[in-house]
Structures are given as C-alpha cells and as structure tokens.
C-alpha cells in the first residue's frame, strides 16, 4: 500500500384563530418571534414568552463514527468503516500523493436519527444542533484549518459497517462512505468513487479554538424536514491547500445535544 508523505493510516475500527388564541408549549431558543394580527380596525400585539431553551441530549448509542480512505498507485482500492470507535471521535480530512501514488481519508461524527426528531420537525418546532468539539494541530506536521459542515442522509445503514476492497476492478462503495468534497478553487485531485452526494448541508456556525472547547452550531431544521432523513453527518473539510494537498487540524467530538425553539404566543 502506497502511504504519502503525512497521511496517517486508518485504523479498522400558528395561525392564530380571531376567537381563540392558539397556545403552544413555552420552550424558545434565544431568537423570538413576534407575531401580529389584524381583525378588521383592532390591530392586536401578541407577546411571545421565552422560557429557557430546552436541551436534549443525543445518547450515546445513537453517534458513531465514519472512517474511509480511497488510495491509487500500483494497487488502488478502498476502506471504509462505520461503528462505535474509540472516543473521543476525530474529525479529519486529508489528502496527499506522491511516488506513484496518493490517498484521501476522512473521518467524521454520524448522528443518528429516530422518528421523534422528524415528527417534531413536522409539527413545526425549530432545532439547532450544538456540538462541543477541541481542536489540536500536530506540531511535526503543517495542517490546514478547517471548515466544518453537517448534511443529510437518506440511507439506511446496518451497524457495524466494515468494506474493503483492494483491487481496481471492483465496485464503489456505498455513497455514505464517500469522502466529502472539500471547498476549495481550482483543481484538486478527485477519487476513483467521486464525492459522497449528500440530501443537503449546510455550514457550522463558530470559530474554532486550539487547545480549548468550543460549542459549534447549526440550525439543522430544513436537514431534519427533509423526506425519509435517517442520520446527519458532521465532518470537516481543509480551508486552503499546500500545494494541492492537505492535512487539516483534528477536531475532536465531545458531545451533541438539540435546543428545541417552541414559542408561546398569548394574546
């Protein structure tokens, strides 16, 4: 297997009705929403009351880990794994070729979802996700800063997840295992396989401290409303590139919980 130079291995691891004000439960998250209404000349002012936000953590069982790496060279091929790892979880992008040949990996944090998300995402509540993640860079190796995403899946996936294949001739893997195309100009090189083709993504909010932990955030309500959505995936991609290649600084995933916005409207 072709390693290049500064790649690690993987391991295997309300509408409000004139004759009766509409009442829903008194959680909100930190923005309020101010409703108004008008019935005929009366022009009527709603309050919203704010309670404080509602925290629900995500259980542990329901968070795994995505690791896949894809190399080219005299001999090409694939890993890719999806399971409980050791945590904390790592969050890595990385690309590099050189002798012959190269290799991209990447890992990242798959959230899990249940019904009950989606059903309160139909009834009209608002999530945002927050993520508790440190940062370290390795000081023997030059690494990118990152920036982080989180996206939509549709598939349904078995667990424990483990494939392999390393011979050219074979098939790709399934979508989730593909890496994710980072956001940079110009040319990079590409995977046999592509780009894994999320549902959707969309940026996280919050800058990133090294050595300290940082609280990450996201307005994932449009990703939880889309049709059929079993899991949402956090993984990061490098902001620049030495030379074509990159290596970006790892972020490690300490915990997850949704704030829930649900207003109180009393007129």
């Known amino acids: 297997r072709i390693w290049p130079p500064g790649l690690r291995g993987l391991p295997v691891p309300a509408a409000m009705s004139p004759s009766m004000p509409r009442r829903r439960a008194s959680v909100a998250l930190a923005w309020p929403v101010l409703l108004s209404a008008s019935h005929g000349r009366a022009q ?3 309050t919203v009351s704010a309670a404080a936000p509602r925290r629900e953590e995500v259980e542990a069982a329901r968070i795994v880990g995505l690791k896949s790496l894809f190399y080219f060279g005299p001999s090409s091929g694939f890993e890719c794994n999806l399971g409980v790892h050791e945590a904390p979880f790592e969050i890595q992008h990385g690309y590099g070729a050189g002798g012959g040949g190269g290799a991209w990996e990447h890992s990242s944090v798959v959230l899990l979802l249940g019904e009950e998300l989606r059903r309160r995402v139909d009834s009209g509540e608002r999530a945002l996700l927050k993520l508790e993640v440190s940062t370290t860079n390795s000081p023997m190796r030059q690494q990118q800063q990152v920036r982080m995403f989180v996206g939509a899946w549709r598939d349904e996936v078995e667990l424990p997840l483990h494939m392999e294949s390393h011979s050219s001739s074979l098939s790709c893997p399934p979508n989730h295992c593909l890496v994710p195309q980072p956001m940079l100009g110009g040319e990079v090189g590409r995977p046999k396989c592509g780009w894994s083709m999320l549902a959707d993504k969309m940026p996280i909010i919050g800058d990133l401290t090294e ?13 939880l409303a889309l049709h059929k959505v079993s899991a949402l995936q956090v993984w990061s991609v490098p902001a620049d590139t030495d030379n074509g290649m990159w290596e970006t600084q790892i972020v490690r995933f300490c915990s997850a919980h949704f704030e829930w916005q649900v207003e109180e409207v009393i007129v």
């Open 44 to 46: 009527l002012s709603p």
């Open 211 to 223: 050595g300290a932990n940082t609280v990450l955030e996201a307005d994932v309500t449009p990703l």
